[in-house]
């Protein structure tokens, strides 16, 4: 049915897995898949070979689109070559709020099903994915766990290990920079990142014990 999807959910919880099955189900079908990602994304590509790759090995071509592109002529030029039957967009985040009404108007004719984050690090949501609670004609969540085994909500970026809500929006990286995580385990991990503060009258206490000690 045409209409604008937008299927979220945390890091790690299977969503471009999802799309890429998604994908599989529609060409097994004989239909036209156009398959797009943000060139935000730049992981696992090659000049001549753009691809959207799960962290479970499943993967596919695709076309790249940049920040500024007008997504309504990048699928009329591809509709042109061949009919599209569908339109499937992986880190659907990165798109700006134009990007995303133009995929609404996509979807007046045939489905668009996007794949993304709901917030970033500092738990905002992306521009993106904003327009796209706004604008989406059904909402689904991709449920992942915390460790703790609550649902993940949250993208924690770690820095040296420690949680950090400082720094630009947008770090591309996997298990090396963030951790899904539930909001409270979050919080406690971003609390136990802050510098501890010196009780500095405890220090001098103490060491004018340890001096009558010694005397």
């Not at 915390?146 to 950090?164: D, E, P, W």
């Amino acid at each position: 049915m045409a209409k604008l999807y937008f299927k979220y959910g945390a890091m790690g919880s299977s969503k471009t897995a999802q799309a890429l099955m998604t994908r599989f189900n529609y060409t097994q079908k004989g239909y036209n898949v156009l398959l797009l990602k943000s060139s935000v994304d730049n992981r696992f590509e090659t000049a001549f070979n753009p691809q959207v790759v799960s962290r479970i090995g499943l993967s596919a071509d695709c076309i790249k689109f940049s920040s500024g592109e007008n997504l309504l002529n990048l699928f009329t030029k591809n509709n042109y070559s061949k009919k599209v039957d569908v339109v499937i967009v992986d880190e659907c985040q990165f798109a700006s709020k134009t990007q995303v009404e133009q995929l609404k108007q996509i979807s007046k004719d045939i489905p668009v099903l996007c794949y993304g984050l709901l917030t970033n690090f500092k738990t905002e949501l992306f521009e993106g994915s904003k327009r796209l609670i706004e604008l989406a004609d059904s909402i689904d969540e991709v449920k992942s766990v915390c460790k703790c085994g609550a649902k993940a909500t949250v993208n924690a970026r770690k820095i040296n290990g420690k949680v950090t809500t400082s720094g630009e929006e947008i770090l591309i990286g996997a298990e090396e920079s963030y951790e899904s995580m539930c909001y409270w385990c979050f919080t406690k991990a971003l609390e136990n990142s802050k510098p501890k503060l010196v009780d500095f009258k405890a220090e001098i206490k103490n060491k004018h014990y340890n001096y009558l000690e010694r005397e």
